[in-house]
């Protein structure tokens, strides 16, 4: 059956067995993901060719009113994109999801690189609407870039630290050096209460920045799915948690996921040595490479955008992705939610951004005067790095 059944544990393993050895293999593909995601329904389907599978599409379904649905392929499907015909197929094999859950529209973003050719392929494709060069952000799920270091050569080939560091930018690479001889220091966390510290430090890192957090029963459910796979890391001075992040070895891709970081002695570079640190791990266990999530454009005034860059410059900078495809099933709801989506997108940062002032104005009306509160200077709000803490958007 091309609808892979959930509940046949055998079917579900050759499955997942596919997903996770797959070129283009993503997390998010996985059927695991579908537990953090636990608000959204779940499908899978899959071409099989002489009793072997050759292409797999993993599918949310996020229910609408009226008894709709939209589906979604996360950074899928998994399919040969230079097989086009086997990219139809793999389609094609949903369509009985798309009339079981009366679905708007089946959106996918597969983590293959753009190319004009496949671009103009797709957009050849009837009812399909690509979503790419020009697109504006609120009318994307996950951002165009995204910043990837290698941590293989092109033969596959394990890099040295030397030779990681050394792709780094300048600025990137003096931090790392300089935090380390300042003492900063990493642990990859096992406790409960450490995951507790993280979601401490990403929450406030969100708040300071204006941007919606995860609870933290959404990360208990990542721990349940990935199990020792997900791994957090606490950068460390002086006895104080300086910064914290969430990162997922989706068998050899690393995925840093969530992060954030405090106001305390950000000049000491927690960031920037947590990351390195990361990746000297993933050397040693031999994964190809480091996913440090998405940025929407590539912009000198973005500081997030400039903190990834520092990492990737000897990888060229940013990925381009071919792009967000969505295969429209009903024209006029499809119009519909299109045009409400922005408008909601917007509303909930705009929200956010207005919760995070008014937690600003209200911590600054009852703190102390600096001169009296004797804090050793931990109270200075330092603008270097702000957009450091902030990981993927998936």
């Known amino acids: 059956m091309p609808v892979l059944d959930l509940a046949d544990p055998a079917a579900v393993d050759r499955y997942s067995a596919f997903v996770r050895s797959h070129p283009h293999r993503s997390v998010t593909q996985d059927l695991r993901w579908g537990i953090v995601k636990d608000e959204w329904g779940q499908e899978a389907v899959y071409v099989e060719e002489d009793g072997r599978i050759v292409a797999a599409m993993t599918l949310l379904v996020r229910r609408l009113p009226g008894g709709f649905s939209v589906l979604y392929a996360p950074r899928g499907p998994l399919v040969d994109w230079n097989d086009k015909d086997l990219v139809l ?36 494709q009837p009812g399909w609407r690509v979503k790419n060069v020009g697109a504006d952000k609120d009318d994307l799920v996950q951002p165009r870039f995204t910043m990837v270091v290698r941590l293989q050569d092109e033969d596959g080939r394990q890099l040295s630290e030397d030779e990681l560091l050394a792709k780094y930018d300048g600025k990137t690479r003096n931090k790392v050096r300089s935090g380390r001889r300042k003492g900063v220091t990493t642990r990859e966390a096992t406790e409960m209460a450490d995951l507790v510290t993280f979601h401490e430090i990403y929450r406030h890192m969100a708040q300071r920045n204006g941007i919606t957090a995860r609870e933290l029963p959404y990360f208990h459910r990542m721990r349940r799915a990935f199990e020792d796979r997900m791994h957090v890391v606490l950068a460390e001075h002086e006895g104080d948690v300086l910064a914290a992040s969430v990162t997922v070895d989706y068998w050899g891709k690393l995925y840093y996921l969530y992060a954030g970081s405090n106001d305390i002695r950000r000049s000491t ?11 000297v791990r993933g050397l040693a266990t031999g994964a190809e490479s480091y996913d440090m999530g998405g940025v929407f454009e590539l912009s000198e005034t973005d500081g997030l955008y400039l903190f990834k860059r520092g990492f990737c410059k000897g990888d060229g900078g940013a990925t381009e992705y071919v792009g967000e495809v969505d295969v429209v099933h009903r024209p006029a709801l499809y119009r519909l939610l299109a045009s409400a989506v922005p408008r909601v997108q917007r509303g909930r940062r705009e929200l956010a951004g207005r919760l995070s002032r008014a937690r600003t104005a209200l911590a600054a009306r009852r703190a102390r005067p600096p001169e009296v509160a004797g804090d050793g200077g931990r109270a200075r709000v330092l603008t270097e790095d702000r957009t450091a803490d902030q990981a993927g958007s998936r």
């Open 269 to 279: 570079g927690p960031n920037q040595v947590m990351n390195h640190d990361i990746m």
């Open 89 to 124: 197929r793999i389609l094609a094999e949903a369509q009985p999801l798309v009339e079981r859950h009366r679905a708007v529209m089946t959106r996918f973003d597969p983590e293959v690189l753009f190319d004009e050719g496949l671009d103009a392929w797709m957009r050849s």
